[in-house]
């Protein structure tokens, strides 16, 4: 077959069996599969919620004639054997976030709106996998050669800590190629490294600052913190973003309304901790001891590319580091601030911790790495980065680019991989339509109908690939 013959014999398998695919999305959205520990037991090491949809999952796929195989609870493989036994691999996750407030529509069940598609997971990342699931079908149904056996793996537990493939790693070797439809289109062929950190202070005697909490996450900028401190409220100036109250007994509680954003894009927020640090700084609100680690802390929070610091740099492939402070708390009456760091390949994490460990000895305070993940690259030339790259392009005559992300994804735990979709975030939804991870979380079917087509395309591409030689 031609290429053009694999998009039209893709095209009618999505109009023959559309039915049958919402129904498995259904099926699985119906299952509130949020990681639940101290539920956990034999076969459910994430609780019985990820286990149960593991296992539908692994039904559907028997259905449709591929060999399945269910790793004790913690992630699931079907197969369909090519010609040899090297592998393509897909990656797609079963467990979801919990549904959370805010909902319109029934979180678990599918509705099915105006061309859309609402519940938890239609997009993160049932809807995508039970797509993707089926142009592996689709593909092993057309009379075209397959050099390589194909494994789509069921992740159960990506949302949280990723535990499903290190048990793969330990018992399975990874697929030649994998990549996942749990990002946006086209092809992202890169995510930048992964570093967490925390700053403790000295123990602070006679404080000004008696309380000082501040975000949620490490890994987001902070949209709300507030202090309570030692002063008069009558000699307080007012600022933008921040409500300062009178609590009697010489005490001010000053709260800080920030803007939120995800650490891979900090540009997008406002940190409610350096509000508060500015404000306290700029008014005296601190004591020597105080000052000197609001100080440094004003230079971690008030820049997002890591110049306060001295951490700043790019790469050509990731653009530049990012830096957030995404929480600080007083604790045993020391101060104890978190950073997250999305860095690329022109700076190595031992630098990072040396950097910030001069700075933190020079005040009286520690630094401690907390998280490491090193930059994943594959590069955007690479034959299976333009195998999907062309796939895109073919099906939806459009020009945007490989690229890479701040954010981490299943492709990275493997040797070679890529994200793939399914999103196009060029393509505004309704307002009433949700993202990933929000309320009424939803999915174009014209979407879903259009990925197929590129995953069916993309895969028979990747056949003519010679992986076995890399």
């Not at 697929?175 to 749990?182: E, G, L, Q, S």
Request: charged share 20%.
């Amino acid at each position: 077959m031609e290429r053009n013959d694999v998009v039209k014999a893709a095209e009618a398998y999505w109009d023959q069996n559309w039915p049958a695919i919402k129904a498995d999305i259904a099926t699985l959205v119906e299952i509130p599969s949020t990681e639940d520990l101290a539920a956990a037991g034999p076969g459910e090491p994430y609780g019985p919620g990820p286990a149960k949809a593991l296992a539908a999952a692994l039904d559907i796929a028997a259905g449709m004639g591929f060999e399945t195989t269910n790793c004790e609870g913690h992630i699931g493989f079907a197969d369909l054997a090519g010609d040899t036994p090297v592998q393509l691999g897909i990656i797609g996750h079963m467990d979801v976030v919990p549904a959370g407030p805010g909902w319109t529509f029934p979180p678990f069940e599918v509705t099915e709106k105006d061309g859309y598609l609402i519940g938890r997971g239609t997009l993160d990342d049932k809807g995508p996998s039970v797509v993707a699931l089926h142009a592996m079908k689709c593909l092993g149904e057309l009379p075209v050669d397959r050099r390589y056996t194909m494994r789509f793996l069921f992740g159960a537990n990506e949302e949280t800590s990723m535990a499903d493939v290190v048990y793969y790693h330990e018992h399975y070797d990874d697929p030649a190629f994998i990549f996942t439809p749990d990002a946006d289109f086209p092809t992202c062929y890169g995510e930048k490294g992964g570093f967490d950190g925390r700053i403790t202070s000295a123990i602070i005697d006679d404080p000004v600052i008696l309380e000082f909490d501040g975000g949620v996450v490490t890994n987001a900028v902070p949209g709300v913190a507030t202090a309570l401190v030692k002063a008069n409220a009558a000699d307080l100036p007012a600022a933008e973003r921040l409500t300062i109250t009178d609590e009697g007994d010489g005490l001010v509680r000053i709260d800080a309304e920030g803007v939120n954003a995800h650490a891979a894009w900090p540009e997008r927020g406002i940190s409610a901790i350096k509000l508060i640090v500015d404000y306290l700084l700029a008014n005296n609100l601190c004591n020597e001891q105080e000052r000197a680690f609001l100080e440094f802390d004003q230079k971690l929070v008030s820049h997002t590319d890591g110049s306060g610091v001295g951490i700043a740099t790019a790469d050509e492939y990731f653009g530049p580091l990012t830096v957030v402070g995404g929480t600080i708390h007083i604790v045993d009456g020391r101060f104890v601030q978190t950073m997250d760091s999305r860095w690329p390949t022109s700076i190595t994490s031992d630098e990072i911790i040396d950097i910030m460990t001069k700075q933190t000895d020079a005040i009286g305070a520690t630094f401690e790495n907390t998280l490491l993940m090193v930059p994943f690259l594959v590069k955007p030339d690479d034959p299976e980065i333009q195998a999907l790259q062309n796939a895109f392009h073919e099906v939806t005559g459009d020009d945007h680019q490989p690229f890479t992300i701040g954010g981490g994804t299943y492709a990275r735990e493997f040797k070679k991989g890529a994200s793939f979709g399914v999103n196009m975030p060029w393509i505004p939804n309704p307002d009433w339509v949700g993202g990933e991870h929000g309320p009424d979380e939803g999915v174009a079917i014209d979407l879903l109908r259009t990925a197929f087509i590129i995953y069916v395309l993309g895969l028979y591409d990747l056949q003519q690939l010679d992986l076995a030689d890399e």
